[in-house]
């Protein structure tokens, strides 16, 4: 167990809807990374937080978003779903704003875009 | 910018040793890692280099060479177990973490 808790662990949706991934953090890391993994693809790299702040974007859809509360657990918001979408959504942390400190997964939320 | 490149797929026998390589370029690189990821789980952490060299850790080494922007994974005795995807990422102080594309390694009897 790397401490990293997504839910939900799965989410079937329509074409065109709105969802919201949630991720708590290890206790006290600071950061929080969102990766999307589709169907025998790589990681994909799609934002950082660091305490609170967006620290870093990659390829990321305008259509998606993300923030990190107070408390320190952050949540992906999609919208519009598209089928192309349907991917594994990894988030991480680590407890310093650099990635020079390992990375901790979550299990990952498997959504399927129907 | 950076680029990332891996084996896409390598396959090996049960109790033999399997080297898994990894170039890059990068703007900007403080060290590298090395992640397992079995299908459909989370990357677990194998190995971070920062100083050219090989760094020994069980059945997993991890060779560095900055100069060359090159790194390997050497997987020892291997077991059915290994069988699993291995990610390289550079990690270049930027505040993010890019991951090559791994490499599926299979492991047969």
């Known amino acids: 167990d790397s401490g990293v808790t997504q839910t939900p662990k799965h989410l079937i ?5 709105r969802v919201t991934l949630r991720c708590s953090p290890r206790s006290g890391d600071l950061s929080v990374y969102w990766y999307q993994q589709s169907l025998d693809q790589g990681l994909q790299f799609l934002i950082h937080y660091y305490n609170g702040e967006e620290r870093a974007k990659g390829n990321i859809l305008e259509r998606f978003s993300a923030q990190q509360f107070p408390d320190l657990h952050s949540e992906l918001n999609l919208s519009s779903l598209e089928l192309g979408d349907s991917a594994l959504y990894f988030c991480a942390s680590s407890g310093r704003q650099g990635a020079t400190e390992k990375l901790f997964f979550g299990s990952g939320t498997q959504l399927s875009v129907l | ?51 050219d060299g090989l760094e020994e850790k069980g059945r997993f080494s991890s060779f560095l060479s900055r100069s060359k922007g ?40």
């Not at chain 1, 949706?13 to 809807?17: D, I, K, L, P």
């Not at chain 2, 060290?31 to 280099?49: I, R, V």
């Not at chain 2, 291997?78 to 990610?87: F, G, R, V």
């Not at chain 2, 791994?102 to 492991?107: E, S």
């Open chain 2, 70 to 109: 090159y790194s390997y994974l050497l997987l020892k005795e291997l077991q059915m177990k290994d069988s699993a995807s291995y990610l390289c990422a550079p990690e270049t102080g930027a505040n993010n973490l890019f991951f090559g594309t791994g490499t599926r390694l299979t492991v047969i009897p």
């Open chain 1, 13 to 17: 949706t329509a074409t065109g809807q």
């Open chain 2, 1 to 51: 910018g950076q680029n990332i490149d891996q084996p896409t797929e390598m396959t090996a026998t049960e109790g033999a040793i399997v080297q898994i390589n990894c170039t890059y370029q990068t703007s900007g690189f403080n060290g590298l890692f090395w992640y397992q990821q079995h299908a459909g789980e989370a990357p677990t952490f194998l190995s971070y280099n920062v100083l």
